[in-house]
């Protein structure tokens, strides 16, 4: 499974774009990972190893000062959530001045580590999950998939963004449903889930999420930064209340 990004709010940690502006990240909350041992061999390896593991592993705790953790996820490689997530984070910074945000950019699901370590379970979060996708089959699968797993483990989803749902030509206008029109639309319907919003497939996202200058930061004036400032009224919309 691909990368899992979430996004949190830290207090007094600031997201800082080019121009020399400082764009303040505002406060949220918690965000718990559990993980089960896994069966071992025998009794006396799997005490040992439950006593070893119980001493060496970080605990599950609040992250202080964070009040609310938002999960930018998919199913799946390159849908776009490193793009929300961070145009997410300015929106959510634009919606509310008073609110410091963080951005944390986490792989639950490489295997690699939980291996290693030999861990199971699943990261328990205490928040909402936001599912990235492309209306492609495919895509919406992978995201069906991780809406599942979501629910599974109690983390309300908020809803679904629908990414690169449309490419409009520069010159002539004309709209082109490259991955198909209305595929997050559908999986929502059949999900009971709602539609965040819709990111279109755009020069100007990839050029600036690509260059360190996120269109909502950089053209916060544009369509496709409003798109983003819509989404995120939506997802404050939905959030939990924040933890005391
Ligand atoms: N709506 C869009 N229009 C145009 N380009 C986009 C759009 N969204 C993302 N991109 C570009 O697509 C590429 C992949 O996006 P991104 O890194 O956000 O995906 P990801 O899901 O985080 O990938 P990974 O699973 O590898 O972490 C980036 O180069 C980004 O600039
Ligand atoms: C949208 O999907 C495309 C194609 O997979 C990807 O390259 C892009 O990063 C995604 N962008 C967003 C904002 O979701
Ligand atoms: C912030 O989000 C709320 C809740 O959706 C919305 O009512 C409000 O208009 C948004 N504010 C801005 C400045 O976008
Ligand atoms: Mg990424």
Known sequence: MGSWQRLLLFGGVSLRG???TSVPLGRS????????????????????RSQILSRGLPKQKPIQGVKQVIVVASGKGGVGKSTTAVNLALALAAND??????????????????KMMNLKGNPELSQGAVIV???????LM??????????????????????????????????????????????????????LGDVPLHLNIRETSDTGQ????????????KAYLRIAAEVVKRLPPPLK
């Open 97 to 114: 001045s008073s609110k410091a945000i963080g951005l944390l950019d986490v792989d639950v699901y490489g295997p690699s580590i939980p």
């Open 142 to 195: 992978d995201a069906h998939k991780g809406a599942e797993m979501f629910r599974k483990v109690h983390v309300p989803v908020l809803g679904l963004v629908q990414n690169m749902s449309v490419f409009q030509c520069p010159q002539c206008k004309h709209k082109t449903h490259i991955f198909g029109a209305d595929g997050a639309r559908r999986l929502a319907r059949t999900l009971d889930l709602d539609v």
């Open 214 to 225: 996120p269109i909502v930061f950089s053209q916060p004036e544009s369509d496709e930064a």
């Open 29 to 48: 909350q918690v965000l718990v990972c559990r993980r089960q041992l896994s069966g071992g061999d025998s009794e006396t390896l799997k005490q040992r």
């Open 18 to 20: 080019g121009g020399g």
């Open 133 to 139: 996708s492309t209306p492609q089959d495919i895509a």
